[in-house]
């Protein structure tokens, strides 16, 4: 029996990200398709979870007068994704397209459980947010999601949303990651409103979120525009109490419109609609200057403080007697509005993570303030770091952090990549240009088999442009690794010029059938769309043959040796490879709810050689010995230790078990 | 903030925190509280240091506990107890599961596991609660029922009543599952309170 907490167990067990609507109710506004208990929703497989959500005759023993009882609650208990998911439901959204990243990656996971709304994954972010374009264009609400650095992706269809406007409202969240939990980089995306003349709301927490992302909406349609809607980490993964609100109707209407002077961007239109768009700024202006969602907190007016995001949360606990000027809109500022505040205040602070972007604004404007030269410009602030930058004297005294061995991630135990790599940590003086997904823990130690990672789809391009450079010298050692959904995403774009441009590279392929970084989404390779249901399958090996690369062979990581003989073999050949890894990721339901069939190891013929502890599979552990203790087991005395592998965790993946030249690894019972 | 009452959940990828801190969460909501919950999700999960931060009170603002600042440390692996010391003042109380989980640079047998982890902690004079809250949970009837057992065990610092927990407890866990979470709970609010 699977119990309930064999679920949790298993679910969270090295897990990614996950929908972390624990014991929540998501109800949609109109009738009783809910979902209670202690049932976690983490990511797994989308239709696992679907099958409890929509059908509450399926959901496990859930009493009806319980059910009656949550709805009738008016409390809601909801992260900043799930409520923004909630809200963009209420809004009267039609269509939404995204592309999974943290920390934004629930909104559409969450969106897609209610009814009425068509979600899907998009390959990449700029085909996501094309997409939300065209639903706006035929005159529905449309949302497009995405993390801070898919907008640089979907940065060329945004720019020129700006000038094309919009017919149903369109939304475009972004996801800012400061301090960077799960990102490589701590880009802030208000400088893409400023850049793409584009409106920005901006919420402190849930609850707001949820009230804010209803009004982009309204916003949108009524000032023809593309709306900016910022969030960070800790807006997004923050939970809060919120209630459910309105339905809300679009005022376009859907339906084939011709209009050419706003939607064909040719030069002469293109000039039209620049007018157009600076005539906009300004009565957006007018908007910022309102109370609508820039408003003064009055306090005392020794400081005062103007700040929005959850910064504003900060400076609320940091400095509860001060004056605040809070932005929910981030841009355009509303000037005249700030130059009264600062003008009422003997000092003025600029509260904000990242960059100056408020206060070089408001220095522009010629008003004095207080900004980064005592608020840190790196990571996420809080409030202590902000209550201490203003006044260094509150630092209390605290316990200074004890030091130990610190705990990375790891790939999981049987993860399919681990084969890849530690065949690619045996090779001498290859260079492994790596990309982004659970496979970039590639480069951790003990395998530490990555040399570089900068942005999805990077991979092949980057090895492509070493070969150029490196001529002779680079041939047969540059390969680089690549996930499938970051192959679709990105890759294929870079594999076509490496055959167009006669790369003599290898790429290979970790198709391990999901996207699992993030959590386990479907993507265009894995038979399934975004609510599980079937979808047509990209095939990954036709796709690369018909680019136009000849050496195409698919592989099955578990297997050492055959890995290692086709990563060999792509080596040797003078033209563009593919190798394909492919065995499913462990967390696709269908791998972790089977029964496994563990290796053991027989101690007593372990060597001592460490060949399996050099895979770094979390199910083996090393355990030191004394030279007495080697003698006490039978071992030569000056065996240092011996593996083990913890039957819970092992996976049964096998590879471990070809390492072993002692037969001290075999599949339990044989 | 004195107002305002913080706990740090800690523990490793998979031990069950979000349950844990959800199941706190609705009881101080039942209770009448506002409450803020933060998570971390992505990389660190893949088996890392994770945390969940829990703040309550007449009305939070921050989502986020400052360093010196956490008046309950829950932790479900023992190094992960340690590894917050910058969280606590001299007041906390803090509930330790004793299992321990090797970080890889101990189960590849290069470092040992620090001995006597916990004494960075006692050493301050700080409270510290050891639980064993495997055995107990197995006890129970499901050790996979262990960060039950904790929640149990930190309720009793909590201001909410049983009858709180016990209500989240029936309301909110599929009949079949009830019967070992009630056992588990009290069996670890039994141990301090
Ligand atoms: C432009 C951009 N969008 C999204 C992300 C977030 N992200 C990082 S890796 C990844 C997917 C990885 O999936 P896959 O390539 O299949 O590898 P796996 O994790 O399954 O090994 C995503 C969505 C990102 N880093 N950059
Ligand atoms: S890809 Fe590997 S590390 Fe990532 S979740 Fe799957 S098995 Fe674990
Ligand atoms: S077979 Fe070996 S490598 Fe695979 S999961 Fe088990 S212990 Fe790890």
């Known amino acids: ?670 | 903030m004195a107002d305002t009452g913080n706990i740090l959940f800690s523990g490793v990828g998979g031990q069950g925190i979000l349950l844990a801190s959800e199941v706190t969460a609705h009881a101080l909501l039942a209770a009448g509280y506002d409450a803020k919950k933060s998570e971390v999700h992505g990389m660190a999960q893949r088996g890392g240091s994770v945390t969940a931060q829990l703040r309550y009170g007449k009305k939070v603002y921050s989502p986020l506990i400052e360093p010196g600042r956490a008046d309950i440390l829950i932790a479900f692996e023992m190094m992960e107890a340690a590894r917050y010391l910058l969280y606590l003042h001299s007041e906390s109380k803090v509930i330790v599961n004793t299992q321990q989980i090797k970080p890889p640079s101990v189960a590849m047998g290069q470092i040992p596991y620090p001995a006597g982890v916990l004494d960075v902690i006692t050493e301050k004079g700080v409270q510290v609660v050891t639980v064993d809250a495997f055995d107990i949970a197995r006890d129970a009837g499901e050790v996979k029922a262990a960060n039950v057992v904790m929640v149990g065990a930190m309720s009793a610092f909590l201001p909410m009543g049983a009858a709180v927990y016990e209500e989240i407890i029936n309301t909110r866990i599929p009949e079949r599952f009830r019967e070992v979470n009630l056992k588990a709970f009290a069996a670890g609010r039994k141990i301090t309170a």
């Open chain 1, 1 to 670: 029996m699977l119990s309930f907490f064999t679920c949790l167990w298993q679910r969270v067990t090295g897990e990614g990200q996950f929908l972390y609507s624990l014991c929540v109710v998501t109800a949609d506004n109109k009738k009783e398709s809910l979902f209670i208990g202690f049932v976690v929703r983490f990511a797994s497989h989308p239709g696992e979870a679907d099958e409890a959500f929509k059908s509450p005759s399926k959901a496990e023993n859930i009493k009806q007068e319980q059910v009656k009882k949550v709805t009738d609650s008016k409390q809601l208990w909801m992260s900043g994704n799930e409520a923004i998911a909630m809200a963009a439901y209420e809004a009267g959204v039609k269509v939404a397209s995204g592309y999974p990243g943290t920390p934004s990656t629930e909104i559409m996971e969450n969106l897609s459980r209610y009814e009425g709304v068509y979600t899907e994954w998009a390959p990449n972010e700029k085909v996501g947010l094309e997409v939300a374009i065209g639903a706006s264009f035929a005159g529905v609400r449309a949302f497009a999601t995405m993390k801070h650095v898919g907008v640089n992706v979907a940065a060329d269809p945004l720019f020129t949303a700006s000038y094309t406007g919009v017919r149903g409202g369109l939304v475009i969240l972004t996801a800012d990651d400061p301090e960077m939990h799960s990102s490589q980089n701590e880009q802030d995306n208000r400088n893409y409103a400023y850049a793409a003349k584009l409106p920005m709301l901006e919420p402190s927490e849930p609850a707001e979120a949820k009230e804010l992302l209803k009004q982009a909406f309204e916003l949108s349609e009524k000032f023809d525009t593309p709306v900016l809607f910022r969030i960070t980490t800790r807006v997004a993964h923050v939970k809060g109490v919120l209630s459910k609100g309105e339905m809300m109707q679009s005022e376009a209407s859907c339906g084939i419109e011709k209009v050419p002077a706003k939607m064909v961007m040719l030069p002469g239109n293109a000039r039209n609609r620049r007018k157009v768009v600076e005539e906009r700024m300004a009565l957006l202006r007018e908007v910022a200057e309102s109370d609508q969602f820039n408003v003064i907190e009055n306090g005392d007016n020794k400081r005062g403080f103007i700040t929005g995001g959850v910064s504003y949360l900060y400076v609320k606990e940091a400095f509860p007697e001060a004056s605040v000027l809070k932005l929910g809109m981030s841009w355009p500022l509303p000037e005249q509005k700030i130059r009264e505040f600062a003008a009422g205040v003997d000092e003025l602070f600029i509260v904000e993570e990242l960059d100056p972007f408020l206060e070089h604004h408001i220095k522009g404007m010629g008003i004095e303030c207080h900004g980064k030269d005592l608020i840190p410009n790196q990571g996420e602030l809080n409030t202590s770091i902000v209550r201490t930058s203003i006044d260094p004297d509150s630092a209390p005294e605290l316990f200074a952090a004890a030091e130990l061995p610190m705990r990375p991630p790891n790939m999981c135990a049987g993860c399919p990549h681990r084969g890849v790599f530690f065949n690619l940590s045996k090779m001498k003086d290859i260079f492994v240009s790596g990309d982004i997904g659970c496979y970039t823990l590639g480069f951790l130690p003990p395998l530490s088999a990555m040399d570089s990672c900068v942005c999805m789809g990077a991979s092949v391009t980057i090895a492509h442009g070493m070969a150029k450079a490196l001529g002779d010298e680079g041939k047969g050692k540059l390969v680089s690794v690549i996930g499938d959904s970051t192959f679709v995403h990105t890759g294929i774009n870079g594999l076509i010029n490496s055959v167009y441009n006669d790369s003599k590279t290898v790429l290979v392929i970790l198709d391990n059938r999901i996207t699992a970084m993030t959590g386990q989404q479907n993507n265009p390779t894995t038979g399934c769309n975004i609510k599980g249901e079937a979808a047509n399958a990209i095939n990954i090996e036709e796709l690369c043959r018909a680019v136009g690369v000849k050496h195409v062979e698919v592989v099955n990581p578990h297997d050492i040796q055959a890995c290692k003989k086709a990563l060999k073999t792509a080596l040797d050949l003078d033209e563009m490879a593919v190798v394909i890894s492919r065995a499913p990721c462990v967390l696709l339901p269908e791998i972790k709810n089977a029964v496994h069939n563990p290796y053991l190891t027989a101690t007593e013929n372990c060597a001592g050689c460490m060949a399996c502890v050099k895979l770094g599979c979390p199910a083996i552990s090393w355990i030191n010995i004394t030279p007495e203790e080697a003698v006490a087991k039978g071992y030569k005395e000056k065996q240092k230790g011996f593996a083990v592998i913890n039957e819970v965790q092992c996976n049964g993946c096998g590879q471990c078990a070809v390492l072993c030249k002692f037969e001290a690894i075999n599949r339990k019972g044989e």
